[in-house]
């Protein structure tokens, strides 16, 4: 496992659990794509995980990274209440939330969404660039490149294309499917906080 991994930037209570269980799993061989937190009377932490060695994602890594940060999050307790967990691969519509997933992805199609507008709007569409610790790079519809901020990113993912799928196929060594739908998620049962 590499020395310095870089992590994803979350905010608040996202970045709390993410603080909280990034070290686990780490240690178990994995890397942390995504936390996220929905609801308010039982929320749900979704959890979403690569392995580190880039190997295909499993229901069991679902199962065994459950099971871990499920028991790190009953010690720390960032949720007072109820909440359930949600564990799952980040798919082939990846979210992109690290420089290396830019640059991994570059070539592809898509879409950011910043928090403070750039250019009069938020919302971009584009052939991914790649990225380094400070801007991610897109050629936007028009044919223009421009440069964001990753400190003003909401949010950035892939867009499902056949381009893609096939990109993702070939990456796994299977035939790429004749229709362009999307794998399905490896996700395990949430199993919920115990109070």
């Not at 994803?8 to 996202?14: D, K, R, T």
């Not at 932490?45 to 580190?52: E, H, K, L, P």
């Not at 109820?82 to 592809?108: C, F, M």
């Not at 660039?129 to 901020?149: M, Y």
Request: with cysteine; aromatic share 4%; charged share 30%.
């Amino acid at each position: 496992m590499p020395d310095q991994i870089e992590r994803p930037h979350h905010e608040g209570l996202e970045a709390r659990i993410a603080d909280a269980i990034t070290p686990t799993l780490e240690h178990m061989g994995y890397e942390l794509v995504r936390v996220q937190v929905q609801g308010k009377e039982r929320p749900t932490v979704q959890i979403m995980a690569d392995r580190a060695d880039g190997t295909l994602f499993t229901v069991s890594d679902c199962e065994n990274i459950s099971h871990a940060v499920g028991a790190v999050l009953d010690v720390d307790d960032p949720i007072k209440g109820e909440w359930q967990l949600e564990v799952s691969s980040p798919g082939i519509d990846r979210p992109l939330t690290r420089a290396k997933d830019w640059n991994r992805y570059a070539g592809h199609v898509a879409t950011l969404e910043l928090n403070i507008p750039q250019d009069g709007r938020k919302r971009f569409r584009g052939i991914a660039l790649g990225a380094d610790a400070e801007v991610v790079r897109l050629r936007l519809e028009d044919g223009t490149e421009a440069s964001f901020p990753r400190g003003n990113m909401r949010r950035a993912k892939l867009v499902l294309t056949d381009e893609l799928i096939a990109a993702t196929a070939a990456e796994r060594g299977v035939p790429a499917p004749d229709d362009a739908e999307a794998e399905p998620e490896a996700a395990a049962p949430p199993p919920s906080k115990r109070n």
